[in-house]
């Protein structure tokens, strides 16, 4: 069974820093892009990073967020700073192999930059 685990979100005042984990279960990790998309309220979900071989990271938070992944433990990682309120959204872990033949997504964990 796959499962992609999300962890790490929460409430953070403006300017702010959190870090969100995915561990990533019943999958060959290595075969996978990983991706971080998020959803806020009244919008459709948009792909902020990803990661394979090589990282994207969205126009609006380069600079401000990381992506980063470690195949030995199954598990990638969404460092954020200086966030801001419109980082505000449910964020979702993703999972896509190699040869587009599988997708998964995690469960979300929410995301409220406010003061």
């Known amino acids: 069974q796959v499962q992609l685990v999300e962890s790490g979100g929460g409430l953070v005042q403006p300017g702010g820093s959190l870090r969100l984990s995915c561990a990533a279960s019943g999958i060959d990790f290595s075969l996978y892009t990983m991706g971080w998309y998020r959803q806020a309220p009244g919008k459709q979900r948009e792909l902020v990073a990803q990661i394979s071989s090589t990282t994207w990271i969205e126009s609006d938070v380069k600079g401000r967020f990381t992506i980063s992944r470690d195949n030995a433990k199954n598990t990638v990682v969404l460092q954020m700073s200086a966030l801001k309120p419109d980082d505000t959204a449910v964020y979702y872990c993703?999972?896509?192999?190699?040869?587009?033949?599988?997708?998964?997504w995690g469960q979300g964990t929410r995301v409220t930059v406010s003061s």
């Open positions: 993703n999972a896509v192999r190699w040869d587009y033949s599988f997708q998964y």
